[in-house]
């Protein structure tokens, strides 16, 4: 049995909607990307939970720099995760790129198994690896009934504007677009959008959904 990794919680205990949020491949749940996703999410009056993949919950303790886990321990992790802050009609399932990726496998895997969250969603997607737009990561989006919310910047490497638009993605999927964002939703410096505002929106509108889908 997986076991469950410390949380950070963030927001009312009594929220009517939990928001479990995974890290990204390079950086940890305290990262400052996460705290700004985590407590604007949670100021919005969302119960959200931060936690740590075990590849870097060993780099924590250990220092140096580890790979991600495979697949099949990152899912079986977000489940136990999952397991911990129930009940699932009343959870969204969200992540930064490799955490939402897995957010929404698990969420797809829950629904087959007819125990679905209430929704998922992932902040910067990997669609791809960034110059490689043909190796697409979207299979499961193209059929998941779940309600998904995918934020991107308008200039992410792992999947643009252009290139989503060509992608049958399933009629559950909704986009939400940071302007002049890159992977993190920082724009240039020479544009109008700030990392500030990008960093805000995104969290208001993940705040919203996860209000919305639990409804």
Excluded: C
Aim: aromatic share 6%.
């Amino acid at each position: 049995m997986t076991e469950t990794p410390d949380l950070i919680v963030d927001g009312p205990t009594d929220a009517p909607v939990t928001v479990a949020l995974a890290h990204g491949a390079g950086v940890g749940h305290d990262s400052p990307f996460m705290t700004a996703m985590a407590q604007g999410v949670a100021a919005d009056g969302v119960r959200v939970a931060r936690f740590e993949f075990p590849y870097m919950a060993r780099m924590r303790r250990e220092g140096g720099r580890r790979p991600p886990d495979k697949e099949a321990t990152l899912l079986a992790t977000f489940r136990a995760v999952l397991d911990a802050l129930g009940p699932r009609e009343r959870v969204v399932l969200a992540g930064k790129s490799m955490g939402g990726r897995m957010a929404t496998r698990l969420a797809a895997d829950l629904e087959g198994e007819g125990a679905p969250v209430a929704g998922a969603a992932a902040l910067g997607y990997p669609f791809h690896p960034p110059g490689k737009p043909a190796n697409l990561r979207i299979e499961h989006l193209q059929a998941i009934a779940t309600p998904v919310l995918i934020v991107q910047g308008e200039r992410d490497a792992f999947g643009t504007p252009g290139e989503v638009a060509g992608y049958s993605l399933a009629e559950s999927v909704r986009l939400r677009w940071e302007r002049d964002g890159d992977h993190h939703f920082v724009p240039r410096k020479s544009a109008a959008a700030t990392q500030q505002a990008n960093w805000a929106d995104a969290a208001a509108a993940l705040a919203a959904f996860a209000h919305e889908v639990a409804a």
